[in-house]
């Protein structure tokens, strides 16, 4: 069973900071390109940052330049540094663990935790 543990989650004033953690299983982490996305009421799931096993990095556009996605593979661990927050980023934010299999991928995700940027 493999589990997925945010942290970091909160309210913030826009223009500030915050930093989501995201801790693995040293199985899935060492084979899996992570991520985090982000929902809000009535929209799909989108992916805001992913990083590959090699480093690679894609950003969602509305994020780029602001936000910066990066791994600690010692510690089976993501992390998502946001900067100059936006009441456009508010959501609920997921971790997410994907592994590519034949024929496909498979997906485990987080809990989610809300991040709310509001004065």
């Known amino acids: 069973q493999v589990q997925l543990v945010e942290s970091g989650g909160g309210l913030v004033q826009p223009g500030g900071s915050l930093r989501l953690s995201c801790a693995a299983s040293r199985s899935i982490f060492s084979f899996s390109t992570m991520g985090w996305y982000r929902q809000t009421p009535g929209k799909q799931r989108e992916p805001v940052a992913t990083i590959t096993n090699g480093g690679s990095t894609n950003y969602a556009d509305s994020v780029k330049g602001r936000f910066t996605i990066s791994r600690d593979n010692a510690k089976n661990t993501v992390y998502l540094q946001m900067n100059s927050l936006k009441p456009e980023d508010t959501a609920v934010y997921y971790c997410?663990?994907?592994?590519?299999?034949?024929?496909?991928?498979?997906?485990?995700w987080g809990q989610g935790t809300q991040i709310t940027v509001s004065s």
């Open positions: 997410n663990a994907m592994i590519r299999q034949i024929g496909g991928r498979m997906d485990y």
